[in-house]
């Protein structure tokens, strides 16, 4: 059975960082490009980070340019998105994403920005 | 790219059809001529899981009364039977272009 679990999030102050990890088990991650989508609270998802299969290749929305950081760690059959200066219009439900002839989303890890 | 959804909402009889327009502010059409687009669906309290990927080619274990058509800048994702599992929301995506989207999702309910 293929898991991908996310860990990481919690509640960080305005301007804050937090690093989100996620595991996968099941399959080989490094078959796959992977990315984050995030989804405010009850809000639309929005795909924020992509990576290939040997991190050579990374694309990011525009809102995390220069903020954020997707990597992977193929050896640990992980993936990390580094989160820096972080702002309230971060907040949301961060889902690791899986894409190939199948395709997986973790249960999804909350950030939530406040004072 | 945007990528809009029409309706915002629809409210279904069980067994009825369904069916969400996805319009593309940029063709979609990759090289192989086929359009890289996807269709979602969310539950309540659950994550999204894919339905359709290359706009019409179903994901394993999703139902037959899914379909998905289209190419270039219009898609339709349709239901032919509506069941009470279908409840939720659904999402286009484009998947040619940097960044990849998604649609602003259609909220499906049971009449």
């Known amino acids: 059975e293929v898991q991908l679990v996310e860990s990481g999030g919690g509640l960080v102050q305005p301007g804050g960082s937090l690093r989100l990890s996620c595991a996968a088990s099941?399959?080989?991650?490094?078959?796959?490009?992977m990315s984050w989508v995030r989804q405010a609270p009850g809000k639309g998802l929005e795909w924020v980070a992509h990576?290939?299969?040997?991190?050579?290749?990374?694309y990011y929305v525009d809102s995390v340019k220069g903020r954020f950081t997707i990597s992977r760690d193929n050896d640990k059959n992980s993936l990390y998105l580094q989160m820096n200066s972080l702002g309230a219009g971060d907040t949301a439900v961060y889902y690791c994403?899986?894409?190939?002839?199948?395709?997986?989303w973790g249960q999804g890890t909350l950030i939530t920005v406040s004072s | 790219v945007v990528m809009t959804q029409s309706p915002p909402s629809l409210s279904v009889t069980l067994g009825q059809p369904a069916s969400i327009s996805c319009r593309s502010s940029?063709?979609?059409?990759?090289?192989?001529?086929?359009?890289?687009l996807a269709w979602f669906q969310q539950r309540p309290g659950q994550s999204p899981r894919r339905l359709i990927y290359?706009?019409?080619n179903r994901d394993s274990g999703v139902p037959d009364r899914f379909s998905g058509s289209g190419s270039g800048t219009d898609f339709t994702l349709k239901i032919t039977r509506v069941e009470a599992e279908d409840v939720g929301v659904y999402y286009c995506?484009?998947?040619?272009?940097?960044?990849?989207?998604f649609g602003q999702g259609t909220k499906l309910e049971i009449k």
């Open positions: 290359k706009v019409s």
């Open positions: 099941g399959l080989i991650l490094s078959n796959y490009w």
């Open positions: 995506m484009q998947i040619r272009h940097w960044p990849h989207t």
């Open positions: 994403v899986q894409w190939g002839n199948a395709n997986y």
């Open positions: 990576i290939n299969q040997d991190g050579s290749e990374k």
């Open positions: 940029q063709s979609l059409v990759l090289s192989d001529g086929i359009s890289d």
